[in-house]
């Protein structure tokens, strides 16, 4: 599809809409738009425009659609898989200056928030009312970013995703219609349900200008335990007994050996370099923790743990999360020069043990280097295998690996991503995934974006 260019024309009908202080083609602001947290190729945009409303949102797209020209939503370009790299050229529209809390209903558990809000200073903010917001993706994400990639994170396992916390939207459709979709109810049994929709859409569908958020009260009590194990099969058949036992963790993170290596030199721990699991539980009462923590110690030693050490205090817990949220910094600064390859499957519990084993088998077999880590009690793995892109045959290998992990996870039933999204670097993908559902999306984006302006290139061509 041909696209059209941002000319001296639309620029300046840009400036009309937003004025000249909240548009850029500077060649630092178009370079920091080129490029996310991935390996994948850049590109600039034309221009990056920061919208400070809905309406004025409408406005460019009509324009842009109109003309034809290519629109990327950006929240802070934390993504892993591509996903708003403009890699058409275009507009970028940065959502950065919309990042106002609107209202809080602290009586309904409920904000409405614009979607350039950094989820970590909602929660800052919600902590001050007894309230958080619970996915967690660890960089400093935006929620219109979580809403683009579904995102989630480490507390999944107990509260659920993005998408589980969506009520209502203000979204703005390529033709620049502004709707407003869902209720403010906790269930609604009415029509198609628009918010899970576009929730995943990674801005291919509309710009989400405004979100209202289910909240969650802060727990009263938690406890948190450290348990090791070798070798790594005992730790990762623990978490399918958790998980199958009835017990509910807030948290339950797996970290192999290398991995636990990294992290201790990184943020200065001292855990024994073993397969690892970090448990947290939430709860009213500490003499309720206290019973789910024995079951779970009960269950560890019938997997023969070699460590369980629990009682951490809140500092204690607080540097542990602090280094789960910094393995992929870890492993970086580890191996520097290299570029750590993500892989985000996510299967059916049961088959958690297996995706790891099949994940290091592929790993060793082809002389890479991986680290294996991930939100085992959502059955998410995530493997870094270490490459350089720039060397074709070794990155190559990396690809190849890349592919036969997915594949293993398809054929259990599983995701090629659990919460990073499609972006470029899973597109190839859709197809074992979807099969024929992926010709309904097709029908769906051609409906509500026929001419294809939005976030070009990404899910599928
Ligand atoms: C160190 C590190 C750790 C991470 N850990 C996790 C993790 O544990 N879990 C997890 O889920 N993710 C994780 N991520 C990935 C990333 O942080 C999340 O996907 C995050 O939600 C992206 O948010 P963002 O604001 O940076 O969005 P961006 O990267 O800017 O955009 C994400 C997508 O959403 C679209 N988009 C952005 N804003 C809007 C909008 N207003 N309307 C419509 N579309 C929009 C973009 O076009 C793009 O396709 C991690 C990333 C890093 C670097």
């Known amino acids: 599809m041909e696209y059209g260019r941002v000319t001296d024309r639309e620029l300046e009908s840009i400036r009309k809409i937003v004025g000249s202080e909240r548009i850029s083609m500077g060649e630092s602001i178009l370079e920091l738009h080129s490029k996310d947290e991935s390996f994948h190729q850049r590109r600039k945009p034309d221009v990056v425009v ?131 979709v869902g209720t403010n109810a906790i269930k609604s049994s009415s029509g198609y349900d628009l918010c899970r929709l576009f929730v995943g859409s990674e801005g291919t569908l509309c710009v989400v200008a405004e979100v209202t958020l289910r909240l969650i009260g802060l727990p009263a009590e938690f406890m948190a335990a450290v348990v090791q194990f070798n070798p790594i099969r005992e730790a990762t058949d623990t978490v399918i007994q958790i998980m199958r036992s009835g017990l509910s963790p807030a948290a339950l993170e797996f ?86 390859l993500v892989i985000d499957t996510a299967v059916p519990i049961s088959k958690y043990s297996d995706m790891v084993e099949w994940g290091q088998k592929v790993v060793g077999k082809k002389g890479l280097k991986g680290y294996a880590f991930g939100h085992a009690g959502s059955g998410n793995l995530h493997m870094e295998i270490l490459g350089i892109p720039e060397e074709k045959a070794q990155w190559q290998k990396v690809r190849e690996a890349e592919e036969e992990i997915v594949h293993f996870a398809l054929e259990c039933g599983g995701t090629a991503t659990g919460e990073h999204g499609i972006g470029i670097g899973k597109k190839k993908f859709m197809k074992k995934e979807h099969g024929a559902s992926l010709t309904l999306m097709r029908q769906i984006k051609e409906l509500l974006d026929p001419n294809g302006i939005m976030n070009p290139g990404k899910i599928f061509d």
């Not at 275009?90 to 919309?98: A, H, R, S, Y």
């Not at 001292?270 to 309720?288: D, K, M």
Request: charged share 25%.
């Open 50 to 180: 920061w919208p400070l409303s809905a309406a004025e949102i409408s406005q460019i797209l009509k324009l842009a659609n109109e003309k034809r020209i290519p629109v990327t939503p950006w929240g802070a370009g934390t993504s892993l898989e591509g996903n708003p790299i403009p890699v058409e050229g275009g507009i970028v529209l940065d959502l950065q200056q919309m990042n106002h809390i609107l209202e809080l209903r602290t009586e309904d558990l409920q904000v409405r928030v614009e979607a350039g809000v950094i989820y970590k200073e909602l929660n800052q903010t919600l902590s001050r009312h007894g309230l958080f917001f619970p996915p967690d993706p660890g960089a400093s994400a935006t929620i219109g970013g979580m809403v683009g990639n579904n995102a989630s994170g480490i507390r999944t396992i107990k509260y659920g995703a993005t998408k589980d916390f969506i009520l209502s939207m203000v979204v703005i459709l390529p033709s620049g219609e502004i709707i407003h």
């Open 255 to 340: 970290l192999d050996a290398p991995t636990v290596q990294v992290v201790n030199q990184f943020k200065k721990l001292s855990l024994e370099e073993r397969p690892t699991l970090f448990i947290e539980f939430h709860g009213v009462s500490a003499a309720g923790l206290k019973e789910e923590l024995e079951m779970v110690k009960e269950i560890c030693g019938e997997n023969r743990s070699l460590r369980f050490d629990s009682g951490i205090g809140r500092e204690e817990r607080n540097r542990l999360w602090e280094a789960r949220y910094g393995v992929r910094e870890s492993i970086k600064v580890n191996n520097p020069g290299f570029y750590p």
